[in-house]
């Protein structure tokens, strides 16, 4: 996938070892989330639904764009798929830790941890 610009947000896609990493970079916002949502089918048009979401680079999300990655999650392990989190800003750790996750959506600090737990 070539990476996607958004207004504030960047992402963009690697693979490690069978998994791909999904990068999101900048912000999610009322600007960008309509159009980040458009696009998603692009995210999971390649048929390999091992993911990695980084966000370590993700400075600020909206509610939609929380409820966007989830649904990325959900649509992976819906094709039997495994998906977690690797890499986290500091920001969202606090939003994380007032929010209920999705159950089995696991978060790593790191981006090496969570390619290590596949």
């Known amino acids: 996938m070539e990476p996607i610009q ?3 947000l960047v992402i963009s896609e690697q693979t490690d070892s069978g998994v791909r990493i999904i990068k999101f970079s900048g912000r999610i916002t009322n600007s960008n989330s309509y159009e980040l949502n458009h696009n998603f089918q692009k ?23 929380v409820a966007i990655i989830f649904t990325l999650f959900y649509k992976a ?7 977690c989190i690797g890499g ?4 969202l750790n606090k939003v994380f830790s007032l929010m209920s996750l999705p159950d ?7 981006l090496k941890s969570a390619i290590s737990s596949y």
């Open 6 to 8: 958004l207004n504030d």
């Open 43 to 65: 995210i999971l048009d390649d048929e390999n639904y091992n993911i990695i979401i980084d966000l370590s680079e993700l400075e600020y999300v909206n509610s939609t764009g």
């Open 77 to 83: 392990t819906e094709k039997n798929g495994q998906v």
């Open 88 to 91: 986290v800003h500091p920001f």
């Open 104 to 110: 089995g959506l696991k978060v790593h600090n790191d």
